[in-house]
């Protein structure tokens, strides 16, 4: 048997090509996704006969040359994971996701979430052709319009340090919130530090 691991559109699938005259062909096992969302993908057989398979570990087989539509079944996960230790280990790693503290009213982080800025560059660079969004926020201090441009500017410096870092930055995204999604639910002009953050997603 000859295993190999794909990604199809995000999703990713391990793929079996069958040994022996009668049985050859191809199996597709859908793997789960490593942040725990729904998946699925669909296989299909040489005439156009499809088959979707969306749960973790659901197997579809397809016959060589056949027309009908692919067979589908369960893979016991155990089993698949035991056999296949070396491709697993070639899985992308989990998405991490990573908040970093301003000292109020400008785009200067507060000395923890400096010292914490290398664990985000260790994590974005252990991604080969990973991505980043970077979002930024505010707390209720200011206006709406300038909180706005406030945390465009956060999320900014933080992409900017990534990128001097080492990390592409075209595969980085930045976004400012201003105080539309607040961490601590507050009244207005309300001086909140667990607002004033950038929330980092590196997957």
């Not at 589908?72 to 070639?90: E, G, I, T, Y």
């Not at 503290?101 to 200067?108: D, K, M, P, S």
């Not at 319009?145 to 992409?159: C, F, G």
Request: with cysteine; net charge neutral.
């Amino acid at each position: 048997m000859n295993w190999r691991h794909l990604l199809c559109g995000g999703v990713v699938v391990l793929a079996l090509g069958l040994a022996g005259c009668a049985s050859k062909g191809t199996q597709v096992i859908l793997l789960p996704q490593a942040d725990g969302s729904p998946s699925a993908v669909v296989v299909s057989a040489k005439g156009g006969a499809s088959q979707v398979v969306a749960t973790p570990f659901e197997r579809a087989t397809v016959a060589h040359d056949s027309t009908a539509k692919p067979e589908v079944d369960q893979a016991d996960p155990d089993k698949v994971r035991a056999d296949n230790q070396s491709l697993f280990k070639l899985l992308p790693p989990k998405p991490e996701r990573f908040v970093l503290y301003f000292i109020e009213g400008g785009t200067a982080l507060t000395p923890e979430s400096s010292a914490a800025l290398d664990s985000v560059v260790a994590a974005a660079l252990a991604r080969v052709g990973g991505d980043i969004t970077v979002t930024g926020h505010t707390d209720t201090t200011g206006n709406l319009t300038d909180n706005d441009a406030l945390s465009r500017r956060r999320a900014q410096e933080i992409a900017a340090r990534l990128v001097t870092r080492g990390f592409p930055q075209s595969h980085i995204e930045a976004i400012g919130r201003g105080e539309r999604e607040l961490a601590v639910p507050t009244a207005d002009n309300v001086e909140e530090a667990r607002n004033r953050r950038v929330v980092v997603q590196v997957r």
